[in-house]
């Protein structure tokens, strides 16, 4: 089992979710950020004592919300206020916004790829921008497609952790902790397979091969020359290092594979 796998693994049981809204937005990843013990999000206070006076079947509510409050200013391309959020989401929950928002953040980040950046620390207004700059998402004006860098980002992470080359078989595995599998529709992803094999490896983020002298035939996923263009083995790094809190002195022959190609990349 890969480095990568043990924080995954803590997000195997579905968040207890009070809707089809719910349902839909937050598998396994969604209650790595609806539980309590999730990390702050960098652009969000700490969580105030007054939010855990809230039942978290209504912290989750409250979350989905949010998140698709902030789907929808992805789509729109449209910078977002505390204000606003205030106004739109949290109207009658104002008390509970810093550990909602927190746990918003959280969820489009690991779910959806996208990040939560603050503008003007004093205005507290914010845009989304995708994660790791990979831009496979960059077209959703229909307002039916999901972002799908999430899966992307961490797909990458593990081809990374694993040296550069990921078996299939591993991959497969580290995704059903999600709640993905081949062959099986996803609501956010929809059918993994196809996206995996073919769109990203047509649209240059992958390269799926079959690995050489092996019988039977086994297949491994590597980075494509679009996602070498658009994001580094050091940002992936930076990114793997954050979400997870591992310590950099864990990973020292990585650390040193990514600064070198940081180097040679400038």
């Known amino acids: 089992m890969s480095e990568l796998r043990q924080p995954e693994a803590d997000l195997q049981a579905p968040v207890q979710a009070q809707g089809p809204v719910e349902a839909q937005l ?48 992805y789509r ?17 929950h104002r008390d509970h916004f810093p550990v909602v928002f927190s746990r918003a953040s959280k969820c489009m980040q690991l779910v959806f790829g996208v990040d939560v950046k603050e503008v003007h620390p004093h205005e507290c207004t914010y845009v989304l921008v995708p994660t790791l700059g990979l831009t496979c998402d960059a077209v959703l004006s229909d307002g039916q497609s999901m972002p799908k860098a999430g ?6 992470c593990q081809i990374t952790v694993d040296g550069d080359r990921a078996p299939e078989e591993e991959v497969w595995e580290l995704l059903s902790l999600r709640g993905v599998y081949a062959g099986k529709q996803h609501c956010i992803y929809g059918e993994p397979r196809e996206l995996l094999t073919k769109v990203w490896v047509q649209e240059g983020y992958l390269e799926y091969r079959q690995v050489p002298l092996c019988d039977p035939a086994r297949y491994e996923f590597l980075w494509g020359p ?16 954050r979400v997870s809190g591992w310590d950099p002195r864990s990973f020292p022959s990585l650390c040193a594979e990514a600064v070198s190609d940081e180097e040679e990349g400038a």
């Open 151 to 156: 899966l992307l980002v961490l797909i990458l």
């Open 76 to 92: 729109t391309k449209e910078q977002f206020s505390k204000v606003e959020m205030l106004n739109m989401v949290l109207r009658d």
């Open 26 to 73: 937050f598998g396994a990843a969604g209650e790595e950020a609806a539980s309590p013990s999730s990390s702050s999000s960098p652009v969000a206070p700490s969580f105030s004592a007054c939010a855990e006076s809230l039942p978290q079947e209504a912290l989750t509510v409250l979350m989905a919300d949010l998140v698709a409050f902030l789907l929808l200013k």
């Open 226 to 241: 679009r996602a070498h263009a658009e994001t580094s083995k050091w940002q992936v790094l930076e990114h793997l290092l």
